[in-house]
């Protein structure tokens, strides 16, 4: 099958590869571009891990394919920090040890991130169901609902 | 996925003739969030995805003379953005926007999750309810049926080759009317509804109900529009007696399966509990 060429801006910086139809979008960021930060947990739009932002929307990454993100502005975990400077989020998780093996993590700080952007004062009820579409296996969600609520009232300045 | 192709046309006219002449299976994609999954698990395999987004209206809200016309594609975050259209049609709007998570709600759409034909559809009763139009582009030109025909059985679909929705029409909201959807999951997020029921009605200035529609789905192979539950409604205020109506009125026309989620009798129960529920809520908006 041929390939079509895909242009994307991704955190910040332009990004092409190519992909053939039916490509994720997750597969091509991480075997295509080589941001593995991206991962893969249920591959059906369960889990989150793969959660990006996409022209400002929060997706599955293993919902989307690769084709579609032609001309599309995206956000992965890698562009959450700034050079070696964490992001609020990543700092409270390490604070409140909100992951544990860290598989779902990057999924998390990407979809808490998203959150922050549309609400800088969410509730927890707000966080908890913003963030019913990522799984922990691991911590059971509270110290992460925590470290997100920490993190916005420090960039609220609170 | 080799032997697969994707195109994304800018008209509606060259969708309608590339899902025409393929030969192979042709599918239609708006936000992909069942039909990628599908393609996963290998239940289906098609030749071609065409990508309906890139045309012009397929995403999209325009409110026209009091009727709201949705794009087919438009994906459950925009609808419940849409400050206007959550007035008009909360029932409606709360319905898809309980549809899978956040990251779904940013790409799952109306069109979608109406033609994937899962009997535990959230959007399809309360679209049925609020009387929503599909508008339909195909090889013999446009036609306009109720929601309620496009469902046949669960995964078919009355669409025929070359046909693909473009957007729906809900119609401008009456005075004195209300919508409501409630599904029973046995938690908060993330789940198929056990039971959905969607209702709308109109009052009178006494608070006499004057029009309803009554959807429920997940107790039959499709949505069901229940007539005796509207019947039940119409020419009444909410009273005791009309609620157990309305209640015994939904329980006669489920038709369930036994699952995981829920057995015949359980399903059964609950879809006259929340269509009593939906009903008190859809009153309230509507002004009683």
Not at chain 1, 67 to 74: K, L, Q, R, W
Request: glycine share 12%; charged share 20%; proline share 4%.
């Amino acid at each position: 099958m041929s390939k079509t060429h895909v242009t994307t801006t991704i955190n910040g910086e332009p990004a092409e590869f190519l992909a053939e139809a039916g490509l994720t979008l997750l597969d091509a960021l991480r075997d295509e571009v080589g941001l593995t930060g991206t991962k893969e947990g249920c591959g059906s739009g369960d889990c989150g891990a793969c959660s990006v932002i996409v022209d400002g929307r929060l997706v599955c990454s293993c919902l989307m394919l690769a084709v579609e993100a032609e001309g599309s502005t995206i956000e992965t975990i890698e562009g959450v920090a700034t050079g070696d400077t964490l992001h609020p989020l990543q700092r409270k998780f390490i604070e409140y040890a909100a992951l544990q093996c860290g598989f779902c993590t990057p999924g998390f700080l990407v979809a808490a991130k998203s959150l922050l952007e549309k609400n800088n004062n969410p509730t927890e009820t707000e966080v908890r169901f913003w963030l019913a579409g990522n799984l922990c296996r691991c911590t059971g969600y509270d110290k992460i609902v925590r470290a997100v609520m920490d993190a916005a009232a420090e960039m609220r300045g609170a | 996925m080799s032997g697969l192709s994707y195109t994304a046309p800018s008209t509606i006219s060259e969708a309608v003739a590339l899902l025409a002449n393929e030969a192979g299976l042709a599918k239609v994609m708006s936000g992909g969030t069942d039909l990628l999954v599908q393609m996963k698990i290998g239940r289906l395999k098609p030749s071609l995805i065409v990508d309906t987004k890139k045309i012009p209206g397929m995403i999209g809200i325009r409110e026209i003379g009091g009727c709201f016309v949705i794009g087919a594609a438009t994906s459950g975050a925009l609808m419940g953005e849409h400050a206007g259209l959550v007035a008009a049609w909360p029932g409606v709007v709360e319905a898809t926007n309980l549809i899978g998570s956040t990251q779904v709600q940013g790409r799952a759409s109306l069109a979608g999750n109406l033609c994937n034909a899962s009997p535990g559809a959230d959007s399809p009763p309360a679209m049925i309810a609020a009387g929503a139009i599909a508008v339909i582009a195909g090889p013999n030109g446009t036609r306009e049926v109720p929601v309620e025909a496009i469902v046949t059985a669960p995964g078919r679909t009355s669409l025929g080759k070359g046909e693909f929705i473009t957007e729906f029409r809900l119609p401008k909201k009456a005075a004195r009317s209300g919508d409501a959807y409630l599904r029973f999951i046995p938690r908060t997020e993330m789940d198929i509804a056990v039971v959905g029921c969607g209702i709308a009605v109109t009052l009178d200035a006494a608070g006499v109900c004057v029009a309803a529609k009554v959807s429920l789905g997940a107790v039959a192979p499709t949505q069901l529009v229940v007539a005796g539950a509207a019947a039940a409604l119409i020419g009444n205020k909410l009273t005791d007696a009309v609620l157990a109506k309305l209640d015994a009125e939904c329980q006669a026309v489920c038709k369930p399966i036994n699952d995981k989620r829920g057995t015949i009798e359980y399903r059964t129960k609950v879809a006259g509990v929340l269509a009593r529920r939906v009903a008190a809520i859809a009153f309230q908006r509507a002004g009683a």
